[in-house]
């Protein structure tokens, strides 16, 4: 059974950094392209990074870019996502995301697999 398992959520005060994780289990991980979306209350989920399957295509939002990094560690079954410089518009349950297709984070979105989420919240 598939299962991607997020872990390092939590409350930290704008300015802070988190580092999520995410690890995977019962697929090739590393013929799959990995990412993460949020959701903050009331608003639609949204991207917020994606890597190819061997970490040398990356891809980011707008909204994150040159504060957040997205890695993977295919010996460990495990993506990162980085979160530095962390503000309150950041606040968010985030989810990990594996598809086969890098191009399905930037258009459709409708990822193979999906995890559980866990939360971040960024106080002022």
């Known amino acids: 059974q598939v299962q991607l398992v997020e872990s390092g959520g939590g409350l930290v005060q704008a300015g802070g950094s988190l580092r999520l994780a995410c690890t995977a289990s019962a697929f090739t991980f590393r013929a799959y392209a990995m990412g993460w979306f949020r959701q903050a209350p009331g608003k639609e989920r949204a991207f917020v990074a994606a890597i190819n399957g061997n970490g040398g295509s990356t891809t980011y939002a707008d909204s994150v870019k040159d504060r957040f990094t997205i890695s993977r560690d295919n010996a460990k079954n495990t993506v990162y996502l980085q979160m530095n410089s962390l503000k309150p518009e950041d606040t968010a349950v985030y989810y990990c995301?594996?598809?086969?297709?890098?191009?399905?984070?930037?258009?459709?979105?409708?990822?193979?697999?999906w995890g559980q989420g866990t939360q971040v919240t960024v106080s002022s």
């Open positions: 995301a594996a598809d086969r297709t890098y191009v399905v984070f930037l258009s459709t979105k409708n990822c193979n697999y």
